[in-house]
């Protein structure tokens, strides 16, 4: 597809913010064309993944740097799939993401230093009451936001399967 044609697609989403099928469209090209985060935003997905931003992490009684962490996610964050992620979660019957609702992506071999309970994660979630309080922001708005953070809850239960999230690797 043309840059025109990418610069149109996006010009009636503009108009048409509601429309799903364009949404998809828009995100669809951006992510062939190698851009995650402007598929991502057409989607209305918050990309919150930085391993700058993480506290210190270990595993066991090893400190890990910032480069280990980032090579520990670098292979999932490279195929994610925004496309993917947003048909798998959970939605409401009016099509619109289920609030207040928490998957995991992918749960990492780190802990934040000092605290072995509270383990690294790739964790896709909607806004619940208590997160409105802290992102006003996100009052009124389907939003599905994807972080890298520790949690010290887990479930399996709550897990998505790579097959849900992941496309295939960027072409290098």
């Known amino acids: ?9 996006e010009r009636a989403l503009a108009a048409e913010p509601g429309d799903r099928v364009l949404r998809e ?9 190698g851009d995650r985060a402007g598929a991502c935003a057409a989607l209305a997905i918050r990309w919150e993944v930085d391993p700058l931003a993480l ?14 962490v980032a090579a520990l996610v670098r292979d999932d964050l490279g195929a994610f799939d925004p496309l993917a992620l947003a048909a798998a979660f959970p939605r ?23 605290s072995s309970s509270r383990r690294l994660v790739l964790l896709a979630w909607t806004p619940g009451t208590a997160s409105l309080w802290a992102r006003p922001e996100d009052r009124g708005r389907a939003v599905l ?28």
């Open 1 to 9: 597809m043309a840059d025109d044609a990418l610069r149109a697609l």
């Open 25 to 33: 469209r828009v995100a669809r090209e951006r992510a062939r064309r």
């Open 55 to 68: 506290p210190a992490l270990g595993w066991g009684v090893r400190r890990l740097s910032v480069a280990e």
């Open 92 to 114: 409401r019957l009016d099509g619109a993401w289920r609030g207040n609702t928490a998957r995991f992506l992918r749960r990492y071999r780190a802990h934040e230093a000092g």
């Open 145 to 172: 936001t994807v972080s890298l953070v520790t949690r010290s809850t887990y479930s399996p239960r709550g897990l998505l399967p790579p097959e849900a999230w992941r496309g295939s690797a960027p072409d290098a």
